[in-house]
Nanobody, 125 residues
Framework: QVQFVESGGGLVQPGGSLRLSCAAS????????IGWFRQAPGKEREGVSC????????YYGDSVEGRFTISRENAKNTVYLQMNNLEPEDTAVYYC??????????????????WGKGTLVTISS
């Protein structure tokens, strides 16, 4: 059973930074993508960023491109999301997830196969 340990959420002022971590366990897969979605109150869940385990290719949502950076430690099955220049619109619950595919684009459109419980990120002065 795939499990996730998410951490790094919290309260930060606009313009600040946070780093989210997601450690995944309970699986043995050759190809998968792992990344983050987020859901703000009253809004649909949206793709934030994703990285492939095979070639390290990445995906970013339009609203975070240039501000967020995703990275990985394959040996630890851990993914990090460095979030800079945060805006109030980034306030949401951030969910880590995994999809059995080598395509972040597929994960963006169809969602993840497995989800974490989420971590709350609040951007407010």
């Amino acid at each position: 059973q795939v499990q996730f340990v998410e951490s790094g959420g919290g309260l930060v002022q606009p313009g600040g930074s946070l780093r989210l971590s997601c450690a995944a366990s309970g699986f043995t897969l050759d190809e998968y993508v792992i990344g983050w979605f987020r859901q703000a109150p009253g809004k649909e869940r949206e793709g934030v960023s994703c990285i492939s385990s095979s070639d390290g290719s990445t995906y970013y949502g339009d609203s975070v491109e240039g501000r967020f950076t995703i990275s990985r430690e394959n040996a630890k099955n851990t993914v990090y999301l460095q979030m800079n220049n945060l805006e109030p619109e980034d306030t949401a619950v951030y969910y880590c997830g995994l999809r059995v595919t080598d395509s972040c684009l597929a994960a963006h459109y169809y969602g993840m196969d497995y989800w974490g419980k989420g971590t709350l990120v609040t951007i407010s002065s």
